[in-house]
Protein backbone atom coordinates (compact mmCIF):
# COMPACT_ATOMS: atom_id res chain seq x y z
CA UNK A 1 0.00 0.00 0.00
CA UNK A 2 1.61 3.43 -1.36
CA UNK A 3 1.82 6.35 1.52
CA UNK A 4 -1.07 8.48 -0.13
CA UNK A 5 -3.11 5.08 0.10
CA UNK A 6 -2.73 5.28 3.64
CA UNK A 7 -2.80 8.76 4.32
CA UNK A 8 -6.53 8.41 2.69
CA UNK A 9 -6.97 5.46 4.60
CA UNK A 10 -6.01 7.15 7.64
CA UNK A 11 -8.28 10.17 7.18
CA UNK A 12 -10.91 8.72 5.15
CA UNK A 13 -11.48 5.13 6.02
CA UNK A 14 -10.81 5.70 9.93
CA UNK A 15 -13.05 8.41 10.05
CA UNK A 16 -15.58 6.16 8.02
CA UNK A 17 -15.30 3.57 10.68
CA UNK A 18 -16.32 6.43 13.46
CA UNK A 19 -20.05 5.49 12.81
CA UNK A 20 -22.74 6.39 14.89
CA UNK A 21 -25.92 4.40 14.06
CA UNK A 22 -28.63 5.12 16.10
CA UNK A 23 -32.74 6.30 15.66
CA UNK A 24 -35.90 5.89 17.03
CA UNK A 25 -36.72 2.02 16.10
CA UNK A 26 -40.86 2.08 15.31
CA UNK A 27 -40.26 -1.54 16.65
CA UNK A 28 -37.97 -3.02 19.57
CA UNK A 29 -37.07 -6.83 18.77
CA UNK A 30 -37.79 -8.99 22.36
CA UNK A 31 -35.52 -11.71 21.24
CA UNK A 32 -31.87 -12.24 20.02
CA UNK A 33 -30.68 -15.00 18.11
CA UNK A 34 -28.55 -17.18 20.38
CA UNK A 35 -25.79 -16.67 18.13
CA UNK A 36 -25.95 -13.06 18.96
CA UNK A 37 -22.60 -11.83 21.80
CA UNK A 38 -23.64 -8.98 22.64
CA UNK A 39 -24.45 -8.70 26.50
CA UNK A 40 -28.50 -7.39 26.25
CA UNK A 41 -30.52 -6.91 29.73
CA UNK A 42 -34.16 -7.41 28.42
CA UNK A 43 -36.58 -5.60 30.64
CA UNK A 44 -39.84 -6.52 31.87
CA UNK A 45 -41.98 -4.45 29.48
CA UNK A 46 -44.73 -4.43 31.99
CA UNK A 47 -43.04 -2.41 34.52
CA UNK A 48 -40.95 -0.59 31.88
CA UNK A 49 -41.26 0.93 29.11
CA UNK A 50 -38.43 0.14 26.96
CA UNK A 51 -39.35 1.74 23.84
CA UNK A 52 -40.20 5.12 25.42
CA UNK A 53 -36.61 4.72 27.07
CA UNK A 54 -34.98 4.02 23.90
CA UNK A 55 -36.60 7.00 22.44
CA UNK A 56 -35.06 8.85 24.97
CA UNK A 57 -32.08 7.84 25.03
CA UNK A 58 -31.56 8.99 21.00
CA UNK A 59 -33.30 12.21 21.85
CA UNK A 60 -30.54 13.04 24.55
CA UNK A 61 -27.97 11.39 21.90
CA UNK A 62 -29.33 14.14 19.57
CA UNK A 63 -29.09 16.79 21.58
CA UNK A 64 -25.06 16.04 20.93
CA UNK A 65 -25.42 16.90 17.38
CA UNK A 66 -22.64 19.34 15.94
CA UNK A 67 -23.81 22.51 14.21
CA UNK A 68 -21.17 24.49 12.83
CA UNK A 69 -20.18 26.58 9.71
CA UNK A 70 -16.82 25.99 9.37
CA UNK A 71 -13.86 23.42 11.40
CA UNK A 72 -10.59 23.46 11.54
CA UNK A 73 -8.19 20.98 13.57
CA UNK A 74 -4.57 19.79 13.95
CA UNK A 75 -4.57 16.45 14.62
CA UNK A 76 -1.50 13.90 15.41
CA UNK A 77 -2.06 10.12 13.35
CA UNK A 78 -0.36 7.55 15.02
CA UNK A 79 -0.75 4.64 12.77
CA UNK A 80 0.13 0.97 13.45
CA UNK A 81 -0.30 -1.29 10.32
CA UNK A 82 -0.31 -5.31 10.44
CA UNK A 83 2.62 -5.01 8.16
CA UNK A 84 4.83 -3.90 10.52
CA UNK A 85 4.30 -0.29 8.86
CA UNK A 86 4.76 2.44 11.19
CA UNK A 87 3.38 6.45 10.79
CA UNK A 88 3.11 9.32 12.85
CA UNK A 89 2.76 12.50 11.64
CA UNK A 90 0.34 15.56 11.46
CA UNK A 91 -2.77 16.22 9.87
CA UNK A 92 -4.32 19.64 9.72
CA UNK A 93 -7.84 19.75 8.54
CA UNK A 94 -10.11 22.78 7.14
CA UNK A 95 -14.09 21.95 6.66
CA UNK A 96 -16.49 24.08 5.59
CA UNK A 97 -20.13 22.68 5.75
CA UNK A 98 -21.57 21.37 2.66
CA UNK A 99 -18.69 22.73 0.15
CA UNK A 100 -15.32 21.91 1.02
CA UNK A 101 -12.58 19.78 2.92
CA UNK A 102 -9.00 20.47 2.83
CA UNK A 103 -6.28 18.49 4.56
CA UNK A 104 -2.62 19.57 4.89
CA UNK A 105 -0.26 16.07 5.60
CA UNK A 106 3.24 17.00 7.28
CA UNK A 107 6.09 14.81 7.43
CA UNK A 108 9.39 15.24 9.32
CA UNK A 109 10.47 18.38 10.28
CA UNK A 110 7.15 19.66 9.97
CA UNK A 111 7.54 19.79 5.71
CA UNK A 112 4.42 19.89 3.89
CA UNK A 113 4.01 16.65 2.45
CA UNK A 114 0.69 16.36 0.88
CA UNK A 115 -2.49 18.14 0.12
CA UNK A 116 -6.26 16.79 -0.27
CA UNK A 117 -8.94 19.17 -0.77
CA UNK A 118 -12.72 17.41 -1.44
CA UNK A 119 -15.63 18.89 -2.50
CA UNK A 120 -19.14 17.30 -3.13
CA UNK A 121 -17.86 16.16 -6.56
CA UNK A 122 -14.04 15.81 -6.68
CA UNK A 123 -10.89 14.80 -5.00
CA UNK A 124 -7.89 16.49 -5.25
CA UNK A 125 -4.32 15.50 -4.41
CA UNK A 126 -1.56 17.02 -3.80
CA UNK A 127 1.43 15.43 -3.86
CA UNK A 128 4.37 17.50 -3.39
CA UNK A 129 7.27 14.93 -2.09
CA UNK A 130 6.77 13.54 -5.89
CA UNK A 131 5.32 16.17 -7.36
CA UNK A 132 2.54 14.68 -8.83
CA UNK A 133 -1.08 16.28 -8.77
CA UNK A 134 -4.07 13.90 -8.82
CA UNK A 135 -7.38 14.50 -9.91
CA UNK A 136 -10.20 12.08 -9.02
CA UNK A 137 -13.82 11.95 -8.90
CA UNK A 138 -15.76 11.51 -5.36
CA UNK A 139 -16.06 7.41 -6.14
CA UNK A 140 -12.49 7.40 -5.68
CA UNK A 141 -13.28 7.64 -2.13
CA UNK A 142 -15.66 4.54 -2.07
CA UNK A 143 -12.96 2.74 -3.97
CA UNK A 144 -10.55 3.58 -1.09
CA UNK A 145 -12.59 2.74 2.06
CA UNK A 146 -15.04 0.23 0.39
CA UNK A 147 -17.95 2.08 1.80
CA UNK A 148 -20.82 4.27 0.06
CA UNK A 149 -19.22 7.51 1.57
CA UNK A 150 -20.15 10.84 0.24
CA UNK A 151 -19.61 14.22 0.76
CA UNK A 152 -22.18 14.73 3.63
CA UNK A 153 -21.68 11.56 5.00
CA UNK A 154 -18.12 11.71 5.08
CA UNK A 155 -18.37 15.90 6.68
CA UNK A 156 -20.51 14.32 9.16
CA UNK A 157 -18.16 11.47 10.15
CA UNK A 158 -15.24 14.02 10.87
CA UNK A 159 -16.95 16.42 12.70
CA UNK A 160 -18.63 13.25 14.76
CA UNK A 161 -22.42 13.63 14.27
CA UNK A 162 -24.43 10.35 13.72
CA UNK A 163 -24.54 9.00 10.55
CA UNK A 164 -26.06 5.74 8.96
CA UNK A 165 -29.38 6.61 10.23
CA UNK A 166 -31.06 3.42 8.87
CA UNK A 167 -30.47 1.17 11.48
CA UNK A 168 -33.25 -0.50 14.01
CA UNK A 169 -32.46 -0.74 17.58
CA UNK A 170 -32.98 -4.15 18.74
CA UNK A 171 -31.83 -4.47 22.00
CA UNK A 172 -30.10 -2.42 25.24
CA UNK A 173 -28.20 -2.64 28.39
CA UNK A 174 -28.89 0.13 31.02
CA UNK A 175 -25.75 0.12 33.67
CA UNK A 176 -25.70 3.30 36.44
CA UNK A 177 -22.61 5.07 34.20
CA UNK A 178 -23.81 3.77 30.90
CA UNK A 179 -26.13 2.68 28.20
CA UNK A 180 -25.73 0.70 25.34
CA UNK A 181 -27.72 -0.13 22.16
CA UNK A 182 -27.41 -2.53 19.84
CA UNK A 183 -28.54 -1.40 16.56
CA UNK A 184 -28.46 -3.19 12.57
CA UNK A 185 -28.18 -1.52 9.67
CA UNK A 186 -27.27 -1.87 6.01
CA UNK A 187 -23.44 -1.73 6.75
CA UNK A 188 -22.97 -3.03 10.24
CA UNK A 189 -24.56 -4.48 13.25
CA UNK A 190 -23.55 -1.11 16.21
CA UNK A 191 -22.61 -2.67 19.81
CA UNK A 192 -21.93 1.37 20.67
CA UNK A 193 -21.92 2.68 24.60
CA UNK A 194 -23.15 6.50 25.76
CA UNK A 195 -22.30 7.81 28.95
CA UNK A 196 -25.28 8.36 31.20
CA UNK A 197 -24.70 11.50 32.43
CA UNK A 198 -24.37 13.69 29.14
CA UNK A 199 -25.26 11.45 26.29
CA UNK A 200 -21.72 11.48 24.40
CA UNK A 201 -20.41 8.45 22.77
CA UNK A 202 -18.16 5.99 24.98
CA UNK A 203 -17.17 3.28 22.80
CA UNK A 204 -18.39 1.27 19.37
CA UNK A 205 -17.91 -2.25 18.13
CA UNK A 206 -18.93 -2.33 14.44
CA UNK A 207 -19.47 -5.66 12.63
CA UNK A 208 -19.58 -6.04 8.98
CA UNK A 209 -22.86 -7.20 7.71
CA UNK A 210 -21.63 -8.15 4.47
CA UNK A 211 -21.68 -12.04 3.44
CA UNK A 212 -17.95 -13.13 3.27
CA UNK A 213 -16.56 -10.18 5.25
CA UNK A 214 -15.28 -10.71 8.83
CA UNK A 215 -14.24 -6.61 9.08
CA UNK A 216 -14.40 -5.41 12.57
CA UNK A 217 -14.03 -2.02 14.22
CA UNK A 218 -13.67 -0.85 17.60
CA UNK A 219 -13.56 2.85 18.64
CA UNK A 220 -12.97 4.33 21.58
CA UNK A 221 -13.65 8.03 22.35
CA UNK A 222 -12.31 10.06 24.78
CA UNK A 223 -10.74 12.91 26.92
CA UNK A 224 -13.52 15.28 25.82
CA UNK A 225 -13.59 18.82 25.83
CA UNK A 226 -16.76 22.05 25.54
CA UNK A 227 -16.72 24.53 23.52
CA UNK A 228 -19.92 26.30 24.17
CA UNK A 229 -22.53 23.71 24.05
CA UNK A 230 -20.17 21.03 22.12
CA UNK A 231 -18.90 17.93 23.54
CA UNK A 232 -16.17 16.83 20.94
CA UNK A 233 -13.62 13.88 21.48
CA UNK A 234 -10.41 14.93 20.95
CA UNK A 235 -8.65 11.41 21.29
CA UNK A 236 -10.02 8.57 19.28
CA UNK A 237 -8.51 5.49 19.04
CA UNK A 238 -9.69 2.47 16.44
CA UNK A 239 -8.86 -0.50 15.61
CA UNK A 240 -9.44 -2.60 12.66
CA UNK A 241 -9.39 -5.92 12.14
CA UNK A 242 -9.94 -8.30 8.43
CA UNK A 243 -7.46 -10.46 7.42
CA UNK A 244 -5.00 -8.76 9.37
CA UNK A 245 -5.20 -5.61 12.06
CA UNK A 246 -4.26 -2.23 11.85
CA UNK A 247 -4.78 0.41 15.02
CA UNK A 248 -4.96 4.06 14.76
CA UNK A 249 -4.98 7.19 17.22
CA UNK A 250 -6.27 10.29 16.05
CA UNK A 251 -4.80 13.20 18.98
CA UNK A 252 -6.54 16.07 18.51
CA UNK A 253 -4.03 18.89 19.45
CA UNK A 254 -6.58 21.66 19.07
CA UNK A 255 -9.83 22.36 17.16
CA UNK A 256 -11.65 25.48 16.44
CA UNK A 257 -15.62 26.09 15.03
CA UNK A 258 -16.63 28.83 12.99
CA UNK A 259 -13.64 30.76 12.12
CA UNK A 260 -13.07 32.37 8.99
CA UNK A 261 -10.63 30.13 6.89
CA UNK A 262 -9.33 29.39 3.64
CA UNK A 263 -8.47 26.47 1.59
CA UNK A 264 -5.37 27.12 -0.93
CA UNK A 265 -4.69 24.62 -3.30
CA UNK A 266 -2.29 25.98 -6.23
CA UNK A 267 -0.94 23.38 -8.62
CA UNK A 268 2.75 24.18 -9.81
CA UNK A 269 3.36 24.31 -12.99
CA UNK A 270 6.32 21.63 -13.18
CA UNK A 271 3.51 19.05 -11.50
CA UNK A 272 3.18 15.76 -12.99
CA UNK A 273 -0.87 15.07 -13.71
CA UNK A 274 -2.22 11.62 -12.85
Known sequence: MSIMKIILYLLIGSFSFMVVACRSAKKIQTAISKKDTSQVIMVNTNKFDSADFIRTVVSKLGKNHIDYNTFSAKIKVDYRGGNDKN??????????????????????????????????????????????????????????????????????????????????????????????????????????????????????????????????????????????????????????????TLEVTLDFKQFDFNLNLNYPFSVPKNYKRN
Open 87 to 244: YDFNAFLRMKKDSVIWVSINAALGIEAFRLMITPDSVKVLNKLDKVVQFRSLSYLQDVTQLPIDFHTLQELIIGNPVYLDSNIISFKKEESAISLTSIGELFKNFITINNNDYVVLNSKLDDREVGRSRTAVLVYDDYETKGNIHFSTRRKISVAEKS
